[in-house]
């Protein structure tokens, strides 16, 4: 990716909406970049960190998103430039000191990046980001597509130091995963000087506590919200058109603009009625809303996620313009707060509003038709993949247990393990407890919801009383060091009875294979110490600690029983690198898996361990194995009670 943010500038390339966020931070002469892997943040400081070796400035994958906060406040307070990037969720993460570091401010340029994820592609929730910056206090720009990402990337670092605040820049997945045609402006060779003065304009600057105090800090912060409001009316990001006589105003906010601007072209529209475009959404561009709202009587809001610019419009209507009627999504809703938008909902929605009729369309039908011709399918994990082994293992383990077991997931790879692909009937009901059978990997996972918060809703169901089966929590070796050290310390410090399991396959892959501190090499590719999980854990005080090879079945079904067995927490670290590093490192031969047609009897235990490199002859009733896809893992072979399944040695 280095090679597209590096080129020179005036050249017009296509550029991914995260890339084009990093180059707008590498024209701005960023020095410190810090991120936690996210999906669909994540290509920004993949970006970076390929381009770091032409390019004077630190990069890192943090351990989580709130030292990544922390790293690019402090460099801030030292007069660097600074970026740190996450996703939605990441936010809540780092969202302590968020909150905070606005009481004083910053003096180099610091960019808040987060990517939001409508319509949950990649996410356990849609939250609408920018919520946080108005709760923050803080500017927030949001771009309308790939060139004006990095025009913003850019032009945020001076406002942040013109403001000596934090700003915020919020996109979304159809931004940092769409590509675009980007011009590349010039690269700033000049940096910031470092320096130090806890004094620096306000009396112990950088100290909440220190005299005066939080509170005249932030009395200091809303002395700055003025000077906000005056560069949201003057930003080239915020455009006013208003069309005189006009009784129509339409307002859309960053990628909503795209979709309206064609959806007015669709409605015979463009240049009837006023329009305002922002790109600055908080706060409201005060001057310019009040003229979009002079002399209209309907005025239309279009948005990507909740009503977060709408609100701040009515409020202001409110006050001068009560007459207006407002459509969005609250009252005279067009639009949901949910889920994303495109094109076609908001040519309907503004033709809706405004009571017109739209021409036959029968792309919904040819969607309905196409839909009906597509078998339905989740994500599986890959070919090889170590989780299918923890997960066979665990699946074993716990049937010499007997009861209602409650397997707690989280967020990585083996979150797969709560997708039910496999499931078949699923039915509601009311009853208080329900076991249920584990026919694959895919159904093994009862609770997810964010990273780390397995392992202590675990300490709650076990010390809550439940006895009606075995309390487990997964997560990974990334997660592990991310957001569940606290959570072991708990568990040591109260003796929750809990069995906690580590997938560790050394990289933090479900968001692009980046590396963490188990991996082995840092965030540029250089080596470094090995995180000791095992040790970790012992010195935080976990009596029974077990380590044992994913790739192992025996093995691991073992330790995993040895853990359940135990009285108080226990752990399992499960290693097996993920197969696909493995792949890229040892370049791959003729597959040497094969299965025995004369003694396969159809069983299907090897089509429950989830592999997508098992295949099933539904006519013969034989297994079979997709030579593409397969890595020799073995693992197949294990839970084969026939030894139908071979390496090596066909016949």
């Given at each position: 990716?280095?090679?597209?943010i590096?080129?020179?500038?005036?050249?017009?390339?296509?550029?991914?909406?995260?890339e084009?966020?990093?180059?707008?931070?590498?024209?701005a002469?960023?020095?410190?970049?810090?991120?936690?892997?996210?999906?669909?943040?994540?290509e920004?400081?993949?970006?970076?960190?390929a381009?770091?070796?032409?390019?004077?400035?630190?990069?890192?994958?943090?351990?989580?998103e709130?030292?990544?906060?922390?790293?690019?406040?402090?460099?801030?307070?030292?007069?660097?430039?600074?970026?740190?990037?996450?996703?939605?969720a990441?936010?809540?993460?780092?969202?302590?000191?968020f909150?905070?570091?606005?009481?004083?401010?910053?003096?180099?340029?610091?960019?808040?990046?987060?990517?939001?994820?409508?319509?949950?592609h990649?996410?356990?929730?849609?939250?609408?980001t920018?919520?946080?910056?108005?709760?923050?206090?803080?500017?927030?720009?949001?771009?309308?597509?790939?060139?004006?990402?990095?025009?913003m990337?850019?032009?945020a670092?001076?406002?942040s130091?013109?403001?000596?605040?934090?700003?915020?820049?919020?996109?979304?997945?159809?931004?940092?995963?769409?590509?675009?045609?980007?011009?590349?402006?010039?690269?700033n060779?000049?940096r910031?000087?470092?320096?130090?003065?806890?004094?620096?304009?306000?009396?112990?600057?950088?100290?909440?506590?220190?005299?005066?105090?939080?509170?005249?800090?932030?009395?200091?912060?809303?002395?700055?919200?003025?000077?906000?409001?005056?560069?949201?009316?003057?930003?080239?990001?915020?455009?006013?058109?208003?069309?005189?006589?006009a009784?129509t105003?339409?307002?859309?906010?960053?990628?909503a603009?795209?979709?309206?601007?064609?959806?007015l072209?669709?409605?015979?529209?463009d240049?009837?009625?006023?329009f305002?475009?922002?790109?600055?959404?908080?706060p409201?561009?005060?001057?310019?809303?009040?003229?979009?709202?002079?002399?209209?009587?309907?005025?239309?809001?279009?948005?990507?996620?909740?009503?977060v610019?709408?609100?701040?419009?009515?409020s202001?209507?409110?006050?001068?313009?009560?007459?207006?009627?407002i459509?969005?999504?609250?009252?005279?809703?067009?639009?949901?707060?949910?889920?994303?938008?495109?094109?076609?909902?908001?040519?309907?929605a503004i033709?809706?509003a405004l009571?017109?009729e739209?021409?036959?369309?029968d792309?919904?039908?040819v969607?309905?038709?196409?839909?009906?011709m597509?078998?339905?399918?989740?994500?599986?994990?890959?070919?090889?993949?170590?989780?299918?082994?923890?997960?066979?293992a665990?699946?074993?383990?716990?049937?010499?247990?007997?009861?209602?077991?409650?397997?707690?997931?989280?967020?990585?790879?083996?979150e797969?393990?709560?997708?039910?692909?496999?499931?078949?009937?699923?039915?509601a009901?009311?009853?208080?407890?329900?076991?249920?059978?584990?026919?694959?990997?895919?159904?093994?996972?009862?609770?997810i919801?964010?990273?780390?918060?397995?392992?202590?809703?675990a300490?709650?169901?076990?010390?809550?009383g439940?006895?009606?089966?075995?309390?487990?929590a997964?997560?990974?070796?990334?997660?592990?060091?991310?957001?569940?050290?606290?959570?072991?310390?708990?568990?040591?410090?109260?003796?929750?009875?809990?069995t906690?399991?580590?997938?560790?396959?050394?990289?933090t892959?479900?968001t692009?294979?980046?590396?963490?501190?188990?991996?082995?090499?840092?965030?540029?590719?250089?080596p470094?110490?090995?995180?000791?999980?095992?040790?970790?854990?012992?010195?935080?005080?976990?009596?029974?600690?077990?380590?044992?090879?994913?790739?192992?079945?025996a093995?691991?079904?073992?330790?995993?029983q040895e853990?359940?067995?135990?009285?108080?927490p226990?752990?399992?670290?499960?290693?097996g690198?993920?197969?696909?590093?493995?792949?890229?490192?040892?370049?791959?031969?003729?597959?040497?898996?094969w299965?025995?047609?004369e003694?396969?009897?159809?069983?299907?235990?090897?089509?429950?361990?989830?592999?997508?490199?098992?295949?099933?002859?539904s006519?013969?009733?034989?297994a079979?194995?997709?030579?593409?896809?397969?890595?020799?893992?073995?693992?197949?072979?294990?839970?084969?009670?026939?030894?139908?399944?071979?390496?090596?040695?066909?016949?």
């Amino acid at each position: 990716m280095s090679s597209a943010i590096l080129q020179e500038s005036g050249k017009k390339v296509l550029l991914m909406g995260n890339e084009a966020i990093a180059r707008g931070a590498v024209e701005a002469g960023l020095q410190l970049m810090a991120a936690y892997p996210g999906t669909p943040s994540s290509e920004i400081c993949e970006a970076l960190i390929a381009a770091a070796p032409e390019c004077d400035y630190y990069v890192e994958w943090s351990t989580n998103e709130k030292i990544a906060f922390e790293l690019a406040a402090g460099a801030s307070q030292v007069g660097a430039r600074s970026m740190v990037a996450m996703k939605n969720a990441g936010l809540n993460v780092a969202m302590d000191t968020f909150m905070t570091i606005p009481y004083g401010g910053v003096k180099g340029g610091m960019v808040v990046v987060v990517a939001d994820d409508p319509d949950a592609h990649y996410s356990s929730n849609e939250q609408d980001t920018r919520f946080a910056a108005m709760y923050a206090e803080i500017p927030c720009l949001e771009p309308m597509d790939q060139q004006e990402a990095k025009e913003m990337a850019k032009e945020a670092f001076a406002i942040s130091e013109e403001l000596e605040l934090p700003v915020f820049l919020r996109s979304v997945s159809r931004i940092s995963h769409a590509s675009g045609d980007v011009e590349l402006g010039p690269v700033n060779p000049n940096r910031n000087k470092l320096a130090f003065n806890k004094h620096y304009k306000l009396p112990y600057r950088w100290n909440v506590y220190g005299a005066p105090g939080a509170l005249s800090k932030h009395q200091w912060l809303h002395g700055v919200l003025p000077k906000t409001q005056t560069i949201s009316n003057k930003t080239k990001f915020n455009q006013l058109n208003v069309v005189s006589g006009a009784k129509t105003g339409v307002l859309a906010a960053g990628l909503a603009n795209s979709y309206t601007k064609e959806a007015l072209e669709r409605l015979g529209l463009d240049g009837k009625v006023s329009f305002l475009k922002l790109g600055m959404v908080y706060p409201l561009p005060d001057q310019m809303a009040g003229k979009l709202l002079e002399g209209i009587e309907t005025l239309i809001v279009i948005e990507e996620g909740d009503p977060v610019v709408e609100n701040q419009v009515r409020s202001l209507a409110k006050e001068i313009a009560p007459h207006v009627k407002i459509y969005g999504k609250t009252y005279n809703q067009i639009l949901y707060p949910y889920g994303e938008i495109n094109t076609d909902l908001v040519t309907k929605a503004i033709a809706g509003a405004l009571k017109l009729e739209l021409a036959e369309d029968d792309r919904e039908e040819v969607r309905a038709r196409l839909k009906a011709m597509v078998t339905p399918r989740s994500s599986t994990l890959c070919a090889g993949c170590s989780h299918l082994g923890s997960y066979s293992a665990l699946r074993e383990a716990l049937r010499k247990f007997d009861g209602n077991h409650i397997v707690n997931g989280d967020i990585g790879c083996y979150e797969q393990g709560g997708y039910g692909l496999f499931s078949a009937g699923l039915s509601a009901n009311d009853e208080d407890s329900k076991k249920y059978p584990i026919r694959s990997p895919y159904e093994i996972l009862d609770t997810i919801y964010v990273m780390g918060s397995g392992i202590g809703m675990a300490q709650g169901q076990a010390q809550a009383g439940y006895k009606d089966g075995k309390v487990v929590a997964v997560a990974g070796d990334s997660t592990f060091i991310h957001a569940t050290l606290p959570a072991v310390v708990n568990a040591v410090y109260s003796e929750a009875d809990i069995t906690f399991l580590v997938f560790d396959n050394r990289w933090t892959c479900m968001t692009g294979h980046q590396p963490n501190p188990n991996t082995g090499i840092n965030s540029v590719g250089e080596p470094n110490e090995v995180f000791d999980i095992e040790g970790v854990a012992k010195a935080m005080g976990v009596k029974l600690v077990k380590t044992a090879n994913a790739y192992n079945r025996a093995e691991a079904i073992q330790a995993i029983q040895e853990a359940l067995a135990f009285e108080g927490p226990s752990m399992v670290i499960l290693k097996g690198e993920c197969q696909l590093q493995v792949q890229r490192r040892i370049k791959k031969g003729q597959t040497q898996t094969w299965v025995d047609q004369e003694v396969c009897n159809g069983c299907k235990r090897c089509i429950q361990l989830g592999c997508p490199a098992v295949t099933f002859d539904s006519d013969n009733k034989k297994a079979g194995i997709d030579e593409i896809n397969c890595t020799d893992c073995t693992l197949c072979g294990q839970v084969c009670p026939q030894n139908a399944i071979k390496m090596g040695g066909r016949a």
